[in-house]
């Protein structure tokens, strides 16, 4: 059987870093001062290599194996293709800035979705990971802002067409981009035309007349000094200078047919630059946007593109308003600073005759194919043409509303299919406080425009994350918190942690993968996580165990019966074993020792039988219950959690006694579990205080720290529950009088929201949450709140078909518009990870937008 054709990923990663420096004249060399041995260095920490240098006056070009390099003073550019590795360079890119006194300005990274994610490396899989790894290697910078954006052009399943953007500047004014670029990326190319592409017998390998025969003169401005590059056996990179101007072409063509792939850039300093340039191109194009486009069309002319997806990258106020009347998707990125903008073009027939030069394979091939009566290149009727007229004149006449383009993409006129609704998913994480109505009021507007007015989204402050970690550093110096990826799987979240020094409660392998994950973007492998993972599950399937020893990154495990003993010695003979034992806080929110947990007499019992089954015995774990917040205390001011930790510790320090001297058990871990409570802010409240205290106490009597012994924990609504809000939109309603006991008819009004239990609202069920809400007009800038002086009594539905699907039941509420939002603090634990879309109605895949505050 013949093996399938191998593939190569020609979707490029794009990294721009723009640095600072009050002493950097414009005539300084800055970065164009790091030797070539430095280049190489960052080259192959992104795993590729350099081919050619070519220096210009303003900056030095590279072509890359995998793409293209360029250095300018102030600023670097990096392309790669393929399956590298780029952000693995970007730690000593800033080492290397700071040692020629550079200080980070600004970091942009965008890509479009990748031909093959699953082929590419760790962390590029996804961009969550590409995101965090950039916040990792961004984590001693000081005041920075980030925002991340994935651009759909295309709605529904077009995963194909995201354009994705991270942010991270000093401030706003460093956000704005000291240059304009336009990036145009094909697949799906014409195989007569990637023929020309590959070493054969007539093509002689001559780069330079490579490039002047395959017609990217015509499409595109090539500028002054050109360095192009022909692989062998197929492929060609090609860097254009436009060296008065100081900006730069490039083009990188893959032409193999199992993922034929093409890209054009054009980056100069300036949008009027910009603009000058491709209208001396494109004479007859109109507005700016129009040049672009044409330049997108030529492109895709050239190379018989079948999809085509255009971005412009520049200044908001160049950009924003031009393209909101354009249809393309404007996503404004740090308070109107940047603007990325995202249009796309498809075609399902074959490319029209090219007006340009052709190599002779090229020619004879178009001229076979017009010949023949049912080539659709052969109809007089200008089809192609139309279709893209089309496109232009709904795009000249679209307005950025939502409800005018929804009209109009749906509309009559959109036969062709060029133009589809555009949604987005944000991601914004700034370092200053944040006025989270204001936030969420300004995402819901935005989300209008994109036609998006049904959507939920959370809003995940990593500010009380750290401040949540800095309280329990000082409360429970001892113990290394291993958060409990059930209760919010969040990358984001799960990265955040992991810079913060936590490590993770896994229970199944989707939970591992995430940790594992999780490390990777902070620079730890698998086998690394060993120390940071426990796998907090007493009754694991063989598969589990299987894969934990696959993975090789984690080796510590719970049982709490023979059964699990008996499984986890057979199947993973080297684990490290934790006996887990009973201790109930009977106020807890959610009790697990009816289920988990051996009594004192199965304890004992299960040591002597570790001990036959010669078992890695490494010590001993417990859980109280999840959710305890009860005030009771007693002589001592305990709660109840307080009274179950002591008890718990007192008996793990039995066993640790009876397993060390009677077994010879090597015991050096105790793993004290969860039961540490939420909240709504960043500060934990008494009944933590007074928990921690007892937790202290207990431990210093029977695990002091000559012992030995490893303290961990597993908390997760501790660090989660008060770190996400979440809003809803009012999607429907209907006025209802109800009848008061005394009879009397009052005013009342049902209110359906985008949510509701069986989605994040499931906590109210299973979590036994007790919900806070407050209400923000989208509409209008009324005040927020739950009420005003016109409020009336009212009940919030969620979206299914179930008539229990009722999240709150009483309330009252002002009068409330379609889009308005309800948004619910401390919603971040055991929410979003428990839903599920019943009904068809999708709510698992929320949004998640990301601030991080200063303080509460």
């Known amino acids: 059987m013949a093996l399938p054709p191998p593939v190569f990923e020609g979707s490029e990663k794009r990294l721009e870093v723009t640095f600072a420096n009050a002493a950097l004249s414009a005539n300084a060399l800055g970065l164009r001062l790091l030797p070539r041995s430095?280049?190489?260095?960052l080259m192959t920490l992104a795993r590729c290599e350099v081919l050619?240098?070519?220096?210009?006056?303003?900056f030095d070009a590279y072509v890359l194996s995998e793409s293209s390099l360029f250095v300018f003073p102030h600023k670097l550019v990096l392309k790669t293709c393929?399956?590298?590795?780029?952000?693995?360079?970007?730690?000593?890119?800033?080492?290397?800035?700071?040692?020629?006194?550079?200080?980070?300005?600004?970091?942009?990274?965008?890509?479009?979705?990748?031909?093959?994610?699953?082929?590419?490396?760790?962390p590029h899989r996804a961009f969550e990971d590409e995101a965090s790894t950039i916040d990792a290697a961004l984590i001693n910078v000081q005041h920075f802002a980030h925002r991340s954006v994935s651009v759909a052009p295309c709605s529904g399943d077009r995963d194909d067409a995201l354009y994705h953007v991270y942010v991270a500047a000093a401030n706003e004014a460093a956000a704005v981009p000291e240059g304009a670029t336009l990036e145009v990326c094909m697949s799906g190319l014409d195989p007569a035309y990637c023929a020309n592409n590959f070493m054969h017998d007539s093509f002689d390998g001559c780069a330079k007349k490579t490039t002047e025969q395959c017609g990217l003169r015509a499409a595109a401005p090539l500028g002054d000094i050109v360095d192009a590059y022909v692989f062998d056996p197929c492929g060609y990179s090609m860097n254009g200078l436009h060296d008065a101007v100081g900006g730069f072409t490039t083009c990188h063509i893959a032409p193999e047919d199992a993922c034929s792939y093409a890209s054009v850039e054009v980056h100069v300093p300036s949008a009027k630059i910009l603009a000058d340039m491709l209208h001396a191109h494109v004479a007859d194009a109109g507005g700016i946007q129009d040049a672009y486009l044409a330049i997108a069309d030529s492109c895709r002319r050239l190379f018989?593109?079948?999809?085509?997806?255009?971005?412009?990258?520049?200044?908001?106020?160049?950009?924003?308003?031009?393209?909101a009347a354009s249809g393309w998707h404007a996503a404004v990125t740090l308070s109107q600073s940047v603007a990325v903008c995202a249009s796309v073009m498809e075609s399902q027939t074959p490319p029209l005759s090219m007006a340009m030069a052709k190599v002779p394979a090229m020619q004879q091939a178009e001229e076979e194919e017009e010949s023949r009566p049912d080539s659709p290149t052969a109809k007089s009727d200008g089809s192609e043409e139309t279709m893209m007229a089309t496109a232009a004149s709904l795009m000249s006449s679209m307005s950025f509303s939502s409800e005018s383009m929804e009209t109009v993409l749906a509309g009559e006129d959109n036969k062709a299919g060029l133009m589809q609704p555009f949604v987005a998913d944000c991601v914004l994480l700034k370092?200053?406080?944040?006025?989270?109505?204001?936030?969420?009021?300004?995402?819901?507007?935005?989300?209008?425009?994109?036609?998006?007015?049904?959507?939920?989204?959370?809003?995940?402050?990593?500010?009380?994350?750290?401040?949540?970690?800095?309280a329990w550093r000082h409360h429970l110096p001892r113990v290394t918190p291993f958060y409990a990826v059930k209760c919010n799987d969040n990358p984001r979240l799960l990265a955040h942690l992991v810079r913060l020094g936590c490590g993770f409660d896994s229970a199944s392998p989707a939970e591992l993968e995430l940790a594992i994950r999780a490390g990777a973007c902070s620079g730890i492998d698998a086998v690394s996580m060993q120390d940071r993972v426990v796998y907090a599950n007493c009754c694991k399937p063989m598969s589990y165990l299987t894969h934990m020893q696959t993975t090789g990154a984690c080796s510590l495990t719970t049982f709490d019966s023979s059964c699990e003993l008996r499984k986890c010695v057979s199947k993973y003979p080297s684990c490290r074993l934790l006996l887990r034992i009973r201790a109930d806080d009977p106020n807890a929110r959610c009790q697990l020792g009816h289920k988990y947990g051996a009594e004192p007499e199965e304890a004992f019992a299960l040591l002597e039988e570790a001990h036959a089954l010669g078992a890695n015995l490494a010590g001993v774990s417990f859980h109280v219950g999840s959710g305890g917040d009860d005030e009771?205390?007693?002589?001592?001011?305990?709660?109840?959690a307080a009274k179950a930790f002591r008890y718990a510790i007192a008996t793990a320090r039995e066993l640790f006694d009876i397993g060390r001297e009677r077994y010879g058990f090597t015991m050096n871990v105790l793993d004290i579990g969860g039961g540490f409570p939420g909240g709504e802010n960043g500060m934990p409240g008494a009944h933590f205080v007074r928990t921690t205290r007892a937790i202290r106490e207990e431990l210093a009597t029977h695990f002091p720290e000559q012992m030995g012994v490893r303290l961990i924990a597993e908390p997760g609504r501790y660090f989660a529950e008060a770190a996400c809000t979440y809003a809803t939109r009012i999607i429907g309603m209907r006025s209802r009088p109800t009848r008061r006991e005394d009879g009397i008819l009052v005013p009342h009004t049902d209110y359906t929201l985008s949510?509701?239990?069986?989605?994040?609202?499931?906590?109210?069920?299973?979590?036994?949450?007790?919900?806070t809400y407050r209400v923000v007009h989208v509409s209008d800038d009324r005040a927020n709140g739950i009420s005003d002086g016109n409020a009336t009594s009212a009940r919030l539905f969620g979206p299914t078909c179930d008539g229990l699907d009722t999240v709150i039941e009483n309330t009252m509420l002002p009068e409330l518009s379609l889009g308005d939002l309800v948004v619910f603090p401390a919603m971040g634990a055991y929410t979003r990870t428990g839903s599920c879309d019943f009904n068809g109605v999708a709510v698992t895949a929320a949004n998640f937008v990301f601030v991080s505050s200063q303080s509460d």
């Open 82 to 122: 393929g399956n590298t590795k780029l952000l693995a360079a970007l730690p000593r890119l800033l080492a290397h800035a700071d040692a020629l006194g550079l200080t980070p300005r600004c970091v942009r990274f965008t890509r479009f979705a990748y031909l093959f994610p699953a082929l590419q490396p760790d």
């Open 52 to 58: 050619s240098h070519t220096r210009g006056t303003a």
């Open 755 to 771: 949510d509701g239990l069986y989605g994040s609202f499931n906590n109210v069920m299973y979590d036994h949450a007790e919900l």
């Open 431 to 470: 370092s200053w406080s944040v006025d989270q109505d204001a936030v969420c009021r300004q995402l819901a507007r935005e989300h209008e425009r994109l036609s998006c007015t049904e959507d939920s989204f959370y809003l995940m402050d990593l500010g009380v994350v750290s401040r949540r970690m800095e």
């Open 632 to 640: 009771e205390k007693n002589s001592q001011g305990d709660t109840s």
């Open 304 to 323: 018989g593109a079948r999809n085509v997806v255009v971005a412009a990258t520049g200044d908001a106020t160049a950009l924003a308003g031009a393209y």
């Open 38 to 41: 430095s280049i190489d260095e």
